[in-house]
Nanobody, 116 residues
Framework: QVQFVESGGGLVQPGGSLRLSCAAS????????MAWYRQAPGKERELVAA????????NYADSVKGRFTISRDNAKKMVYLQMNSLKPEDTARYYC?????????WGQGTQVTVSS
């Protein structure tokens, strides 16, 4: 079945960096645009960044544009999110999934906490 395993989160000071990784399985990974999503306590899940099947196109939420970079490795079925210049408002649980029609179930996600 479809499975996503996210990793790389942690506690970081404002201005710091983290690199998130996501291992995907159970579907033909190279055929799907992929995305990172995040959900903060009391808020709806939001799409943070998306990448096309061949990595030619990427899209970012305005709040992370210029600070986050999404990438993928189709051979390894991995998606990455490089996060720089982190802000307290980036604190959330981060998930990866397909970009257009997310699969269920979602993975466990990885917690990112930005705090001094």
């Amino acid at each position: 079945q479809v499975q996503f395993v996210e990793s790389g989160g942690g506690l970081v000071q404002p201005g710091g960096s983290l690199r998130l990784s996501c291992a995907a399985s159970g579907f033909t990974f190279r055929n799907y645009a992929m995305a990172w999503y995040r959900q903060a306590p009391g808020k709806e899940r939001e799409l943070v960044a998306a990448i096309s099947t061949g990595s030619a196109n990427t899209n970012y939420a305005d709040s992370v544009k210029g600070r986050f970079t999404i990438s993928r490795d189709n051979a390894k079925k991995m998606v990455y999110l490089q996060m720089n210049s982190l802000k307290p408002e980036d604190t959330a649980r981060y998930y990866c999934n397909a970009a257009r029609t997310p699969f269920t179930p979602w993975g466990q996600g990885t917690q990112v906490t930005v705090s001094s």
